[in-house]
């Protein structure tokens, strides 16, 4: 296909690298050029100096950009420049509210737009193993998911526009109480002077066993918060969840409290620091030896 890519950070460069692999032909845009010029260098692919250039006769115009802002410039800029019918595959983590918007505005010039948020984080990205959560037209996904497979291990239509963000919301739920219990965990292992390797291996195979546990239980011990997802990023995520929550009814007293301990780590300069990093605030607050 002839594919359009806006925004070549840590998620989208390596997706968009794939999509170059897979024998497609694409070309890149970043908000920094030099990162644009320097991802078509390495990958092959071909270099935009704006998204509508990005964007000019493509089937497929593919975003990885910041927030629900973001979104909005370059869907409205990039519309007009693509192939009739062309389809608008969002994987950017916004508010559903944004997603049902660029929908309506790219129905109304004859273009779809799929809200498609990921979960695997940058290892995900980089090893082509994303997981997918789409909103939107089917018909227009399945018209494209041969592409997103180049980069995805699986992607699951949820419905109607929104219903990719609002799946999203869901699994940053999940991840934000799993892994504060995890922190106390590990917290409390420490401070009870056990072994934290005898720890994980004696609990790890039984019902406390999760994905985080396996690749943060030892990290989150070691006092390391250098894998991907940074805090700042999960805030902005927290903040679409609570959100949308004030607005649907949901009771979401765990996330709210999470977020707010996001918040503390982000005082303490863990802003960058990986999710994991909860853990850095009850670290913190460790009794001290005698």
Known sequence: MKIGFAGLGVMGGP???????????????????????????????RFAGSAA??????????????NDDDVRAVTTEALPHLAGGAVIVDHTTTSARVAREMAALAAGQGREFIDAPVSGGQAGAENGQLSVMAGGEAAALARVEPALMAYSKAVKHMGASGSGQLTKMVNQIAIAGVV?????????????GLDTDAAYDAISKG??????????????????FEFGFAVDWM?????LVLDEARANGAHLSLTALVDQFYSEVQAMGGARWDTSSLAARLQD??????
């Open 235 to 239: 805030r902005k995520d927290l903040g």
């Open 180 to 192: 504060q219990g995890l922190a106390e965990a590990v917290h409390f292992a420490e401070v009870a």
């Open 285 to 290: 607050r460790a009794p001290k030896p005698r």
């Open 207 to 224: 019902a406390a066993q999760s994905w985080q546990m396996d690749n943060r239980w030892k990290t989150m011990a070691d006092g390391k």
């Open 53 to 66: 250039e990005a964007a000019d006769g493509a089937e497929l115009l593919i975003l990885c950009v910041g």
């Open 15 to 45: 997706m968009a690298r794939h999509l170059v692999a897979g024998g497609h032909e694409v070309t890149g845009y970043n908000r920094s050029p030099d990162k644009a010029r320097a991802w078509a260098a390495a990958t092959g692919g």
